[in-house]
């Protein structure tokens, strides 16, 4: 970590602007070879200048350059962002001449790793950045923001130093018994009890986060041509899938996203569902219906205002019996033969009437989706990713075994081993004990130049 990293830090493509960050301790020198300053550069202030080749000996650009001073900037080391015409040849030979002066490529996410090595930032927040840049969603980005802010890291250091005193107590307890120090156990597993809790409101998190950062995952459900296509259009606001009078016309599946009230949805179109398929491919489209239908969030159960409800509609709603779900009655522009009392029949879920050809009621619809799937959701601003997910699920797991050896009357020193675990895993959420190779694995993940 003791060379000078170069990368660009906005997309490909061409742009208004573009910018290319240094950090490193040659970060400033290396800048100044390829930077030609109209005035002083001072630390954090911006200031404009040309961009120079020194090995073609000519110009090539202007804009602007900020340099930041050791500790206090991004990476926590010698940094400078320098800002040119978005033409991505531009940036990238910024990038070439910087490399010949000294620098070096940085990997993917190497400049948040180095924050987070210096002390910048916990991996929770580092996390946040990469969360932050590829959230679907405005709530997405809030979401993003409060974690880059440090609301779950402070919530896990909470949990540690909460494990941390009773380990103490205990540990106290073990080494000097001629001090006569007791500890209570049942007061001990009381406050187990509670840590307990507040780690299990944490996961509860997960789906939470994932959806508003991912996408409120939702399968459209029905047998052939009961208007599921016509949906699928109709909530794109654009013609995406085949829709024909010829029934089964979509043999495999569709997925795009919504945005509903700055919530996104991943809505799939899936082929017909028939529960006795008839050939191989509709095998093979009813197997991959199922195995999305599992994954999903929530179904939209399709039916047909102008057929009776038969034995394909129940078999399908015994399928997604467990799902939250909507029922859409469609085509109520023809003659309708369902009632509610139908629909009730095949189980819970609000029932909305539309017409997907003649788009009407679809405002109804989204407005129910968002209430039903994410209207209710609470507003704190956190959320736990499948990495943390699974250490919180670590330290409860150690928890409820201090716990248990608590009844069993075990001695203190297995309980605080335990106890020690489940520090260790609250301890990794926050990347004071992972291994290099995790943290590397863990930021490879991210784009270069964040």
């Known amino acids: 970590m003791d060379d000078t ?6 997309p490909q493509g061409k742009g208004a602007i573009a910018m290319v960050r240094l950090s490193g301790d040659q970060a400033l020198s290396i800048a100044k070879r390829l930077f030609k300053p109209a005035g002083k550069i001072l630390p954090r202030k911006a200031t404009y200048g040309k961009l120079y080749d020194f090995e073609e000996g000519s110009f090539f650009d202007e804009g602007i350059l900020i340099y930041y001073k050791a500790p206090n900037s991004y990476t926590g080391e010698e940094m400078v962002e320098i800002t040119c015409h978005g033409n991505p040849i531009v940036a990238w030979r910024i990038v070439e001449l910087a490399i010949k002066s000294g620098a070096r490529q940085a990997n993917p996410g190497e400049f948040t790793y180095r924050a987070f090595l210096n002390g910048k930032m916990d991996l929770p927040r580092a996390e946040a950045v990469e969360e932050l840049v590829e959230a679907q969603s405005y709530r997405g980005v809030k979401l993003s923001f409060s974690q880059l802010e440090g609301g779950l890291s402070k919530r896990i250091e909470t949990l540690r130093e909460e494990l941390l005193n009773l380990a103490i107590l205990l540990e106290t307890e073990i080494e000097f018994p001629e001090e006569g120090i007791s500890i209570d156990l049942k007061e001990v597993e009381k406050a187990l009890k509670n840590t307990k809790e507040k780690i299990n409101s944490l996961i509860a998190l997960f789906d939470r986060g994932r959806q508003f950062l991912e996408g409120i995952k939702l399968v459209l459900v029905g047998k052939p041509n009961v208007g599921k296509s016509s949906l699928f259009n109709a909530l794109l606001e654009e013609e995406r899938a085949i829709v024909t009078e010829i029934p089964g016309t979509t043999r495999d599946f569709l997925r795009e996203r919504i945005i509903v009230k700055g919530v996104p949805f991943l809505i799939t179109d899936t082929a017909g569902m028939n529960p006795r398929p008839s050939d191989e491919i509709e095998k093979e489209g009813m197997r991959r219906a199922l195995k999305l239908i599992e994954e999903a969030d929530g179904v939209l159960f399709l039916l047909d205002a102008s057929s009776p409800i038969d034995e394909s509609d129940r078999a399908l709603a015994e399928i997604v019996s467990n ?17 509610e009392e139908d629909i009730k029949k095949l189980g819970n879920g609000h029932i909305i009437k539309i017409s997907a050809k003649k788009r009407e009621n679809l405002e109804e619809l989204t407005e129910t989706l968002w209430k039903c799937f994410s209207g209710t959701s609470t507003q704190e601003e956190i959320y736990v990713n499948s990495r943390q997910k699974a250490f919180l699920e670590g330290a409860l797991s150690h928890i409820e075994k201090a716990s248990e050896m608590i009844r069993n009357h075990e001695t203190e020193e297995i309980v605080a081993e335990e106890i020690r675990g489940a520090i260790k895993s609250l301890e990794e959420i926050l990347g004071k004990i992972s291994s290099e190779e995790i943290l590397k694995n863990i930021f490879s993940r991210f784009c270069i130049g964040k």
């Open 5 to 10: 990293i170069v990368a660009p830090s906005t």
């Open 323 to 339: 799902k939250r779900k909507v029922f859409v009655l469609n085509k109520i522009d023809l003659k309708k033969v369902i009632s």
